[in-house]
């Protein structure tokens, strides 16, 4: 079977990417109305990004292990 001319392949690649492009677009579209339906947040109300969240310094993750480690090995 002889190979697609590069032409018709460039056609194609061209092709799928439009589409690509129609499809992102699109989801931009929803994405954008999604937003603009849920409205604003009120003056008082929490960033769902940040919801819980607590500022400032962090105690490391591997200290909570050494001392689980410690408990149930029985020793501290």
Sequence with gaps: MAKAKPS???RARERARQERQKEKE???L???ARKAASGP???GEE???IAGIIPGPQKPLW???D???ASDNGTE
């Design 8 to 10: 018709q392949q460039k």
């Design 26 to 28: 699109q989801r931009r």
């Design 30 to 32: 929803e994405s954008k």
């Design 41 to 43: 947040r009120q003056v």
């Design 47 to 49: 960033d769902p990004d």
């Design 63 to 65: 200290e909570d292990e």
């Design 67 to 69: 001392e689980e480690e």
